[in-house]
C-alpha cells in the first residue's frame, strides 16, 4: 500500500464519510447566499455538508440549512470565484460546486486512476496543479482546469526512495521560476519520517530540476490543508509537522522553515523552532498567512491526547489551541479562545477584510472566531447549531 494511500487512512479512520443520495426534503433545502461555505459534520457523524453563509463574524447558523449528502471524501483548497471543489472517490468524480441562489453541483468529470487526495497548488483563476498519485518515486502530477472542468495537462517526474520506506505529497508553492515540492519519505512500516525533503521543478513543464533535506525536523508540509506560503518579499515558508499523529518523529521539533526567493535550497541559517515556543507542543498544519510575517496556526496540546487519539474529530478530546506566530521575532502568542476538539485537517482562512477565521469546536459549542492583525484581538464571531463538528471554512469571495 503507496504511503499516502497509509496516511489518509489514518487521519481519516474515524471520519470516513458514507455518501447518501439528497431525499426530496434536502433537494427542498433553502436558497442561501454567502461569501464563505461551511463544511461541518452532521450530528450523526457519518455525512457532511456544506452551507454557505454571508457573514462568518457574528449570529448563528443551523444545519438544518445546510446542504446534506453532496460530497463523500473531500473538499479540497480549491476555491473562490464564488465555486469550490471536491475529489470524490465515492462516486469517483471531480466535482465543482457553484454558489447561486443555493449550493449545487455544476460540473463533474471522472477521477483519474489510483487518485489520492494530495498536495495542490493555484497556479491562476482557472488552473490548479495538484500531485494525483505517488507511486515508488514516481510522482503523478495533473493540471485541471476549473472553468471547463477538464485536464489540460498530465504528466509525473521521479524521485529516489531508500529500500523500506515510501514517499508522501507535504506541499507544492512556486517559488520565481520554479515549483518546490515538499514531500515525505517514511519508513513503510512505522510510517515515521526523520527528515523533512524538497523537490525543486521547473514552474513550466515540472520536471525534476534537483532534491534538498533537511534532519532539524521532519514531515515537510501538509497535504490536505496546504500550508506552504510567501511572505511580501518572495520567501517561501512551510511547516514542519513533527508530531506523531502526522506519521512523523515526535522527538524531532515541529516548526518552520524557509526556501528564499528564487532559491532551490533549504535555507541553513533559519528554523523556527515552534515546540520551544508552546510549551513542547505541536504544529498540526491548519494555519494562514495573515501578512507582515504573520501566521495564524494551529497547535495541539500532546498533554491531552488520549490514547494516540490526534485526530480525535468524534472524540471528547478538546485538545487544539491556536497561536500567532511571528516569523521574524520567532515568537509565539496564544489566542484566548477555547480548546478546540478534533479539526486537525481544519484550514483557517484569511477574509477580504483583513481578518484571520479560523475554527474552534468548543465544549460549549461549535463556533468560528476571528483574529485582527491590525489589533491583536480574538473574537467569537458566527455560533453553529447542531452539527457534531464544523469541519472547515472556505472562502468563495
Known sequence: MKLTTRI???????????????????????????NYVLEVRSTDGNTMALHPVEDITTGEAEISDAYEGLFSWYVADWDGNKSLFSADIDPGKY???????????????????NYTPSANLKLDDERVWYVRNIDGGTIYWEILNTTSM??????????????????????????????????????????????????????????????????RSCGAGNAYSQGAFKTENGDVYFPT??????????????????????ATVIDDAYFLNVKEKVGGNSLTGPLVYLGNNKVLAQVVREDLVEGGDYWGVLSDVYQNEWYVIDLSAQSATKLDVPL????????????????????????DGNYIYTYDPANGEAKKGLTYIGANVIYKIHNIE
Open 340 to 363: 478546540s476538539r478534533g479539526n486537525g485537517d481544519g484550514n483557517p482562512i484569511l477574509t477580504s477584510n483583513g481578518l484571520g477565521a479560523f475554527v474552534v469546536n468548543a465544549a
Open 8 to 34: 489518509i487512512a489514518m487521519l481519516f479512520l474515524s471520519a470516513m464519510i458514507t455518501f447518501s443520495a439528497c431525499d426530496d426534503d434536502d433537494d427542498a433545502a433553502p436558497s442561501v447566499k454567502g
Open 241 to 262: 509537522l513533527s508530531f506523531a499523529y502526522a506519521g512523523n518523529n515526535p522527538d524531532k521539533p515541529s516548526g518552520f522553515m524557509r526556501v528564499k526567493s528564487n
Open 95 to 113: 466535482t465543482k460546486y457553484t454558489l447561486t441562489e443555493g449550493i449545487a453541483i455544476s460540473q463533474q468529470l471522472p477521477l483519474a486512476d
Open 150 to 215: 477538464t485536464i489540460v495537462d498530465d504528466g509525473s517526474f521521479e524521485l529516489s526512495v531508500a529500500e523500506g520506506k515510501e514517499l508522501g505529497a507535504g506541499f507544492a508553492m512556486t517559488n520565481g521560476s520554479n515549483l518546490i515540492f515538499g514531500y515525505r519519505e517514511a519508513d513503510a512500516t512505522t510510517y515515521v519520517d526523520e527528515q523533512v525533503k524538497i523537490a525543486v521543478l521547473d514552474g513550466t513543464t515540472y520536471e525534476l530540476k534537483s532534491t534538498d533535506a533537511d534532519t
